[in-house]
C-alpha cells in the first residue's frame, strides 16, 4: 500500500548531440557502430520474458550494403502466438494491478538508461538497420525515444489525476482508469526506433500486456529494445517480442477473443485491412478493440508568392530528403508560384548537387541508402516513369544504384499537370514533384492542394503576409494533423507537437499526448453513498 500522493519527474526534452568532429558522443559512437558491425547475432522471440529459438531464421541486413547480414532471426508462427498470449495473460494479472508509480518507474528508468549507457546501442543498431545518419538517429532512437518515456508519465498522472466534481453530501465520487481486459498488438513499422518503441511503452504504461510485432527490416533494433525495457525492470511478458510472417502472426492474434486493441504504424492499405479483421470477428471478442493507427501520407509544401525563396528552398531539400525521405511526415509534393519557381528551383538545385549519399557509418553523408530492395525498385519505377512522360520531367537527380546497397539520388519532378502520378501516389522515398502554378489561380490550386490526396498527415504553408497565411491555413484546415508556417513539414518534437493525422492518415489519436494514453485505458465512474436512505419513498408522494 502506498500512502502518498507522488510527484513525477517533470519531463523536459532530451537535448541533441551533434557528433561534432572531436566530440565524445562521436567517439563512441563510432566505436559502438564499429564493434557492432563486426559481429552477426541471433535474434529469438521474447515471449513470457525467455528467448525461445523457432530455427525458421531470416536474415537482417543493411540497406547501405545489403550483402551484410548484422543478425539472424527466428521467426515465429500461429503456435508462438498462443504462447504469447498466454504469457501476456498471466502477466496481465499482477502488471494491471501493479500502483501507477511503480509502472512509471520501470519507463523512467528505460529514459534514463537509453539517455546514458543505452544511447549509442540504439542509435548505432538503427543506423545499421534502418539506414539512418548518425544525427538521424539521434533525434529519433536516443531523443524521441526518451521524449516519449518521460512525457507520457506525466500525462499518465493527469489522466489519474483528473476527478469528477464533488457532489453533495453525503456522496463522494471518483473515477479511476484501469488496464483493457486482454492484450494490445502492436505492429510496428521500419522508419522510426522510436514510434516502435512506443507502440509497445504507451499501452504498457497504463497497465496493459502487449505482442510486439515488428517490421522484418527493424528486428534487429526491436530487439535492443527488448534488452532496455529488461535491463529497466519491465517484468516478463509485459512485452513479448514475436516476429515473423505477418499474415500467419496477424491471422493468429486478430481471431483471438481476448484482442483489446491494436496499436499501429505502417501503410493505409494494412490498416484498412486490420479494421475488417476486426469487424469480421466483432462477435468472437470479449470486449470491442481499440484501434489507433498512425497509416500514409502524401505530405505537401505549399507556397504563397510572398513567401521566403531561401527558406522556402531550404524546407524542400530538408523535408523531402531527410532519411531519404523516409518518413510519413516527409515532403512529397510541393506547390510552387510561377513567378518565384526560378529562384526556388536554382537554390534547390544547387542543394541537391551537393548532398552526399552512401555508408551511413561515413558521418559525412546527408543521406543513406531506402530500406530494401521494394522500396528502390518502387523508387525507381516513379523516376522511369517521369522520364517517359509528356506532363513532366527530371528537374534534379533521377538516379538509382543498387548494386551493393539500394541508393536512389534525391531527385525533383516537375509537373505542368497537378493530378500527375507522383503528386498523387504516397512513395516513401527521396522523390519530390513540383507543380508551378500560377499565383493568379490560389485559390484554385488551394482546392487542388487540399482535394488530390486522401492523405491528410503534415503540410506546411509560406508567406510573409499574415492575411494570406490566415486564409491558407483555414482552406487547409482538415489536409493535415500536423500543420506547419514557414517550416518543413517533418520534425515534430513530443511535448510541443504531438503527431497523428486524419482522413487516410491515420486515426490522429496524436502519439505522444494525453490523448493516446486514454485509448489504452478502460474508465470506472464510482459513487459511494456515505448515509444511504432506508426507504423507497420520495417527497412527491406525501399527501401533505
Not at 527466428?74 to 502477466?91: F, G, L, R
Amino acid at each position: 500500500m502506498t500512502n502518498a500522493f507522488f510527484k513525477v519527474p517533470t519531463p523536459v526534452n532530451e537535448p541533441i548531440l551533434d557528433y561534432a568532429p572531436g566530440s565524445p558522443e562521436r567517439d563512441e559512437l563510432q566505436k559502438t557502430y564499429a564493434e557492432m558491425t563486426a559481429e552477426t547475432i541471433e535474434i529469438p522471440l521474447i515471449i513470457g520474458g525467455k528467448e525461445i529459438k523457432t530455427g525458421n531464421l531470416a536474415d537482417c541486413v543493411m540497406p547501405h550494403d545489403h550483402q551484410k547480414v548484422i543478425a539472424r532471426y527466428h521467426q515465429a508462427d500461429a503456435s508462438h502466438v498462443a504462447q504469447a498470449i498466454e504469457a501476456a495473460a498471466e502477466a496481465w494479472k499482477t502488471w494491471s494491478e501493479m500502483p501507477w508509480q511503480e509502472r512509471a518507474a520501470v519507463f523512467i528508468k528505460a529514459a534514463e538508461l537509453l539517455a546514458g549507457p543505452y544511447r549509442q546501442i540504439l542509435n548505432a543498431s538503427t543506423m545499421m538497420s534502418q539506414g539512418k545518419t548518425c544525427f538521424q538517429a539521434e533525434i529519433d532512437a536516443a531523443c524521441e525515444l526518451i521524449d516519449f518515456l518521460r512525457f507520457n508519465v506525466e500525462y499518465m498522472t493527469d489522466i489519474y489525476k483528473e476527478q469528477p466534481m464533488v457532489s453533495p453530501a453525503p456522496t463522494w465520487n471518483r473515477s479511476e482508469h484501469r488496464a483493457l481486459e486482454g492484450f494490445v498488438f502492436a505492429i510496428t513499422p521500419f522508419n522510426f526506433t522510436a514510434i516502435c518503441a512506443n507502440l509497445c511503452a504507451s499501452p504498457a504504461m497504463m497497465g496493459n500486456v502487449v505482442l510486439w510485432k515488428p517490421s522484418d527490416t527493424a528486428v534487429y533494433s526491436g530487439y535492443h529494445i527488448m534488452k532496455l525495457w529488461h535491463e529497466a525492470g519491465l517484468p516478463a511478458g509485459v512485452i513479448n517480442f514475436i516476429p515473423g510472417p505477418p499474415q500467419e502472426i496477424g491471422a493468429a492474434a486478430l481471431k483471438h477473443p481476448d484482442l483489446a486493441g491494436i496499436h499501429f504504424t505502417g501503410s493505409t492499405k494494412t490498416f484498412q485491412y486490420l479494421w475488417k479483421s476486426v469487424a469480421e470477428n466483432i462477435e468472437n471478442y470479449k470486449s470491442y478493440p481499440r484501434l489507433v493507427g498512425e497509416t500514409g501520407g502524401k505530405d505537401f509544401v505549399f507556397a504563397h508568392e510572398s513567401a521566403d525563396v531561401p527558406s522556402l528552398a531550404a524546407a524542400l531539400v530538408r523535408g523531402a530528403f531527410e532519411y531519404s525521405g523516409q518518413k510519413c511526415s516527409a515532403a512529397s509534393r510541393a506547390y510552387i508560384p510561377t513567378n518565384i519557381w526560378p529562384e526556388v528551383k536554382k537554390r534547390v538545385g544547387e542543394m541537391t548537387a551537393q548532398i552526399t549519399m552512401g555508408d551511413v557509418g561515413d558521418f559525412s553523408n546527408f543521406i543513406g541508402a531506402v530500406i530494401d530492395q521494394r522500396s528502390f525498385d518502387k523508387c525507381a519505377a516513379f523516376i522511369a516513369h517521369a522520364r517517359e512522360a509528356a506532363d513532366a520531367e527530371i528537374a534534379f537527380g533521377g538516379e538509382t544504384a543498387g548494386d551493393k546497397g539500394f541508393f536512389v539520388q534525391p531527385t525533383v519532378i516537375e509537373t505542368t499537370n497537378p493530378h500527375y502520378k507522383s503528386m498523387c501516389e504516397e512513395i516513401f522515398g527521396p522523390i519530390l514533384t513540383v507543380y508551378p502554378y500560377d499565383p493568379a489561380k490560389l485559390d484554385e490550386t488551394l482546392d487542388l492542394c487540399d482535394q488530390t490526396s486522401p492523405y491528410a498527415l503534415t503540410g506546411a504553408i509560406f508567406g510573409r503576409d499574415r492575411g494570406d497565411l490566415v486564409m491558407m491555413a483555414d482552406r487547409l484546415k482538415h489536409a493535415a494533423g500536423n500543420f506547419y508556417i514557414n517550416d518543413k513539414p517533418t520534425g515534430a518534437v513530443v511535448g510541443q507537437q504531438p503527431f497523428g493525422g486524419g482522413r487516410a492518415s491515420g486515426t490522429n489519436d496524436k502519439a505522444g499526448s494525453k490523448l493516446n494514453l486514454l485509448k489504452w485505458t478502460s474508465a470506472r465512474s464510482i459513487k459511494e453513498n456515505f448515509v444511504p436512505p432506508t426507504g423507497f419513498a420520495y417527497p412527491h408522494m406525501l399527501d401533505s
